[in-house]
């Protein structure tokens, strides 16, 4: 099979379309021909030699396509069955792909909006649940018009909270579609938010890693209250809880998703595609940061 590989570090130019085995389920996962696979941020600091120091090293970590191959005592799955979620192995960026976490594609997804899914709405629930976000809750987001940013607000809203996000000024109606609150994020975050909620919030979650979480502490009273999915240093700093899938990940909400597509209640963030074989072009269209919505990669 064809998969993106990178024998050294370095720019998006070290990446490569090369032969590699075809992958085989083990108990419990499927293996599928893959249609479309998300690329994410951790991609290129795995490619700039930021995460893993091994070598040579595949990418991709979430996928959606046709079922072709079943493991030991799957029996949610079959083959020819449309579906998406995680490669744990982080191969997923390939003609086939196994997975260890998966759920069916709702019926109204294509495959490259079913692959934006994963790791966005795993992170914010993830994070939705280490705060404990509920029904009455006030919630702020930090960060609330990226895939994340916009997983969490409409999750958070399912769960019956109040949700004030921060976006920049092009993005509020966009967040209020959502429904969240819109305040324009910058000096000044904490005299907006007051004026919406003159008491502060009871919740804080930080998606953009802007460096606000000492205005996001005073605003939720406390540091216990706070929870960052994007800025490591400052959670040690500020003692703030920095959320991270090594302490387990939220998969159940790869089944809880279709009910709420189909009906209405979540919108999957927008996609921006790419051939398999243009891997360096989606790299470079992603480290320029100016691409809203989710880098997905289109499999033939």
Sequence with gaps: MKAVRFDRFGGPEVLELVDLPDPHPGPGQVRIAVRAAGVSASDWKKRQGQMDPELPQTLGYEAA????????????????????????????????????????IPPSLDFARAAALPAAIETATRALDQLGVGDGATLLVNGASGSVGGAAVQLAVVRGARVIGTAGPGNQEY??????????????????????????????????????????????????????????????????????????????????????????????????????????????????????????????
Excluded: W
């Design 65 to 104: 396509g046709v079922v072709d191959e079943i493991g030991e005592g799957v029996a949610d799955a079959a083959v020819g069955d449309r579906v998406f979620g995680f490669c744990v192995e982080g191969a997923a960026q390939a003609e086939l792909a196994v997975l260890s976490h998966y759920a069916p």
């Design 175 to 300: 967040l209020r579609s959502l429904g969240a609150e819109p305040v324009v994020y910058g000096e000044g975050l904490v005299e907006r938010v007051r004026a919406l909620a003159q008491d502060g919030v009871d919740l804080a979650l930080d998606v953009a890693g802007s460096g606000v979480l000492p205005e996001l502490i005073g605003l939720a009273g406390g540091a216990e209250r706070v929870v960052t999915v994007a800025d490591f240093i400052g959670a040690r700093e500020h003692r703030v809880r920095f959320s991270r899938g090594d302490a387990g990940r939220a998969v159940h909400v790869l089944g809880e998703i279709g009910p709420l597509i189909e009906a209405g209640r979540f919108s999957p963030p927008a996609v921006r595609t790419f051939p398999l074989a243009d891997i360096a072009e989606a790299h470079r269209a992603g480290e320029g940061g100016k691409v809203r919505g989710k880098l997905v990669l289109l499999v033939d």
